[in-house]
């Protein structure tokens, strides 16, 4: 399994981002972010519970028991309008620092 | 994105108040979510062909335990801080219930050191730190002549006057002098301090009575009928809180009758404990003449002036005073300090020095707590091993243990000011008068807020090593242990050895130092006085100076006689005597004087103590006559003019030995020119102090010379105790004149008075350092214990394999041992650094007194091993079988 180091930002980033396509519970978040990073990304519970707390305190998520698609009850976590901000300057800010990165690694 | 900030901020307040109201549903809240996390995960499990029960396992594994990630959650949400502390709280409260006993202890020995600290800060404070009760206290300086030996001296009349008038950087200048009196009603009479003061002496001060006013212009005139301000207590005792005192006639030095205008407020004590302020108008003595110092000054800086630009301003108009008038007599410069440090700079260095002996009681304390808590959180490894299993992280384990401390600090800093205001009642008694303002001595806002900051301070000494220790522990390794005691034994031992040693150097730092100033104040103490203090009574005497009575000098000495001769008819009486100046007494009345036939000698060479004598004086106190003859009742007001001087002047004046035939004049104590022959030499009677080396004095006998008459001194030599003689001695004086205040003091007391604050100093001292050893003596023996316990199956398998009991003993004594060497080793260096600084509170002993070093040095071995003696020998009872067993 490969073990990449997440960043606090990075993690945010990557939880946004899972979910822009619509309401997900946490193994559903966990599942998306290791799709759309092709396995890069394992995220353990013990990284994304209290991720998804944090941010649901912070007002970018909110957070509503629902039903999975097997009708098992699960807590469901969507982008509130300040998520959806959050993600475009957390976006903008990372590509500026990965293109500088980039940059900086191939200089001379 | 400000807009999101209020947002998110408003989120994350509505976040913080649900996770600390609605907790419990927050809680089953995320229980929820991470079971349904853990159903979803199985059944993915199950989808993928697992076994039901494989499913769960797998999910489970995958999820990293329950508790864990609800702990990582739970540390991530608003107002954990606070919601965790409080737990700490309760869990520390939990703690310290479970056992009571170690904490008392360990609490009772923290409020002593937090305790003996705060109430010597107590004193540091009232004399030291605290701002005077006046306004705008910091621009009140006080102001000195300087003489040709560049000491400092009273200012003359004249002189004052001139800096007055010609100084820009004074807003307001008096000048005072204090003496005694005895003041009468009408009623009853008593003898009190008093002050004379010049015009604006209150404006400098900034403070005005409580009830009717401050002097007039006019009372400032010489010939107005006097007026006085009395102090508040003296309104309350004389007059009884009467508040129609304003008007009222009071009687002055027997006689004087002097109007009362006013009442000074309770905190007003300037010049120290003064009960009484006239006019110096009234005394009106010696103001003329430039050579009489009889006065300090005190002024008011204007705003915005410094110090140091007044004492230019006036040191150049002293400087100018003296090119005009060059005489001896005349200061050669001033000198402008801050009142406050006037007051306060003589006991600076020896409170200063206290508070640094004291702080190492507390370090000591600290270091024996912390050693405590080190062979604790050794037997609490198990513990914080669990809980760090289940999910408490280190930071969480170091705050756990530093609540403790705190709650520790705080429980002992409370019963440490219950203690300090205890302990200042008993050193209220302890603590020299002659210390300014240690009077004033309270548990203030001050104390308070220091004994707060070394609490937590100390907390923070003792309580952050057994916690990094503590936290470090490896899980895996401590719950393995059958016995949870091995994993941070080890270190926490060597740690606790370290903390030995090095309260142990402190303790040998205090001993040395309390070792020097014993040996210094037993050196004081030795010092030839030059008089014999047994079995001598002296009565200090204020002759009315203007009384109608007394207007004439040869009627004051023909009083005196009388009294004296009738005491010596009192059965056990061997001498009655007059002095100017007891000895002892700090009095310096010096002058200069010429040698006939001799050129002025330069500078103080030509200068001495002069002092007036009954010619019984030297007999009654005892001092040896090393050649010539004392006075007798020949040397009469018309027989030819004889003086007796001390050994320090006969080998300063006349190094050949020759003094005896030579006359003298003292040109500042007699306008004429009157040449006295030196007809004997005494022996150096200490007069200032028993520290500063004898001053050249000469002794004059009173039926020829009548200065000081108003101001006396009564020496009565009797057989058995002195103090016994006092009533009747006061019936004598009293017949004589009922007004005249008498104030009687035994020679012997006097001599032990002279020396109160090198004896409350060397007591304070040696209190602290006998706490100091005999803490470091506990912490040798709790270490030493702990090693002994921790090792009980290592000694128990040497004992098994033929060790015998001597060399168990002897093992663990000389651990004892190389713990004391290795904190006076530690401890040497400090006192290198500080021995310059002792250094000037030493007398005649060198600061590295060698014998003081080896009695510390040994008496500290000794402690060691008398320390070590009781574990040593409960390690020899070890048996080896139940050592075993132990394990």
Redesign the interface.
Known sequence: MPHANLLQGTLDLLILKSLTLGEM???GISRRIAQITAGTFDV???SL???L??M?????LSSAWGE?E?N????FYKLTR?GQ??LQ?EATEWNRISLAIAAALGAG | MIADHVISSAARFRSFLRNIFRKRAVESDLDRELRSYLDLLSEENERRGLAPAAARREALVALGGLTQVKEQTREVRAGVFFETLLQDVYYAGRVFRRSPGFFVVVASTLALGIGITTALFSIVNAVLLRALPYPDAGRIAWLAEVNENGHRMAVSYPDFQDWRSQSHSFQHMAAYGDTDSTVSNGVSASRVHMAVVTADFFKTFGTSPVIGRTFSAAEHRIGTPPSVLISDSLWRGMFGSAPGVLGRTIKLFGGIPCTVIGVMPAGFDFPANSQLWTTAELIDEGMQSRTAHNFEVVGKLRKGVPMALAQEDVGGIARRIKANFPGTYQGKDAQVIALHEHLSGPVKPSLLMLLAAVGCVLLIVCVNVANLLLARGVARARELAIRGALGAGRARLIRQLAVESLALAVASGVAGVIFAWWTLHILKFLVPISIARVETVTIDGAVLVFAALVSIFSSLLFGVVPAFVASRVDVNETLKQTSAQHTAAGKSRRIGNLLVVSEVALAFVLLIGTGLMLRSFEQMRRQPAGFDSSNVLTAALSFPVLSVKWDAPPDRLQHYQAIASRIRLLPGVRYAAYTSTLPLSGDRRDGHFLIEGYPDLPGFQSDADFRIVSPDYFRAVGTRLMAGRLFSDRDGASDMPVVVINSAMARNVFPKGDALGHRVWFDSFDEKRIFMAIVGIVDNIREDSLIHAPNPAAYVCYTQHQLYLSDTNLVVKVDGHPERFAPAVRRIIGSVDQDIPVTFETLEELSVRSTSRQRFETAMLGLFAWLAVVLAGIGIYGVLSYLVQQTRAEIGVRMALGANSRDILAGILSRGARAALAGALLGLPVILLIARLLSSMLYNVKPFDPLTYVGASVFLLLVALLSSYLPARRATQVEPVDALKYE
């Open positions: 519970h946490g193994l353990k519970p013990g519970f209290p991720a707390h944090r649901e305190e912070a007002g970018w999975s097997n098992r009850r699960a807590k300040a901000r959050q300057t």
